[in-house]
């Protein structure tokens, strides 16, 4: 058995052992997943500081581009509009690979709840303390497959 599904920030794919996030929903991804602790819980907040830190460097560059290009001349607002929407396709790209990356053990599963386009996994991660992950904007196919496993309710 090996399903996946779409979620806001990349892929849940789940075998008869466990539950992944991963980046692109490739099986062959998997193979480089660890369970949730603190040192890759570090790692991912790091990751989450650096790409927040890249949206706000291209709104600022964004902003400035467009006053000091455009300076009032109706003319001159294609290019600064062009450049934003460069940024935008840019900020999409990245938050889809901003994901987090962690193997759940189904077996470690204690509940899952469901709130309208959410998911809020409780389970206990590898240092066997209990802990949670939050996935946003799941697709309508991941539901039914969790249904399916019995895995929510």
């Known amino acids: 058995m090996k399903y996946y599904f779409k979620y ?3 892929f849940v794919n789940i075998d008869e052992n466990n539950l992944y996030l991963t980046k692109s929903g490739n099986w062959s991804e998997i193979d480089n997943i660890y369970e949730k602790t603190n040192k ?11 790409t927040y830190s890249f949206y706000v460097m291209l709104l600022a560059f964004s902003l ?4 000091n290009i455009n300076n009032g001349k109706n003319g001159k607002i294609m290019l600064p509009l062009g450049i934003m929407l460069l940024f935008l396709s840019a900020f999409n790209y990245i938050r889809v690979n901003s994901g987090n990356q962690y193997k759940i053990p189904l077996k470690k599963i204690i509940k899952i709840e469901y709130t309208y ?7 206990k991660n590898a240092e066997n303390k209990v802990d949670f992950e939050r996935i946003e ?9 969790l249904k399916d496993l019995k895995l929510l309710k």
Request: no cysteine; hydrophobic share 35%.
């Open 8 to 10: 806001e920030k990349g």
């Open 117 to 123: 386009n959410s998911l809020k996994i409780h389970f």
């Open 137 to 145: 904007k799941i697709e309508d196919k991941g539901i039914s497959i």
């Open 40 to 50: 890759t819980k570090s790692i991912h907040t790091r990751k989450k500081i650096r």
């Open 64 to 67: 400035l581009l467009f006053f």
